[in-house]
């Protein structure tokens, strides 16, 4: 019986969680960082209010996350599309810079010189497809940024204000309560 139950046949012991309050280190989607804990980390009975507490205010993290996420793509996209309209006016100018360069580095360099633009611009004029440098194109390109900017500027303010917040996780526990309702 003693060999059965010796240590060595015991599984290893687990490890201590995170005290009440501490963060957690981890490598997820978003790059390694330090993530809040939402609950704590010792076990407690809870009554069904602060359960209902704990979920909202995990909720609203995740709202606020997928928020901040969102607006990042949108000022990345809203900083490419900056680029286009800036060299789009001196289009014979870029074309000519291009054709004269040794290679796409030596172009993104002059390109980067001349028209005050970063890595990013650059990169994205120089993989851009020539028909898409027609009249019409930058109109559409234009109203997409003008769009962009108008959808950043709106999650900017439900970002800054928690009762928005709170209205944006309502309305998702809505739509989870229209679909799953009995």
Known sequence: ????????????????????????????????????????????????????????????LTV??????????????????????????????????????????DAAGKLMKRFELDAEQVEAILELKLYKLARLEILVIQKEAKEKRAEAARLASVLKDPRKRWAVVQDELGQVRAKYAD
């Open 1 to 60: 019986w003693f060999n059965v139950c010796s240590r060595s046949s015991l599984p290893p012991p687990i490890p201590a969680p995170p005290k009440k309050g501490a963060a957690v280190v981890v490598d997820d989607d978003d790059g390694p960082g330090v993530k809040e804990e939402v609950l704590p980390a010792i076990p407690a009975r809870l009554s069904l209010g602060q359960m209902i507490r704990h979920f909202l205010d995990f909720r609203m």
């Open 64 to 105: 606020e996350r997928r928020l901040r996420l969102d607006l990042g793509k949108l000022k990345k996209r809203i900083h490419v599309l900056d680029g286009f309209v800036k060299v789009f006016y001196a289009l014979d100018e870029m074309i000519r810079i291009i054709r004269k360069s040794d290679g796409k580095q």
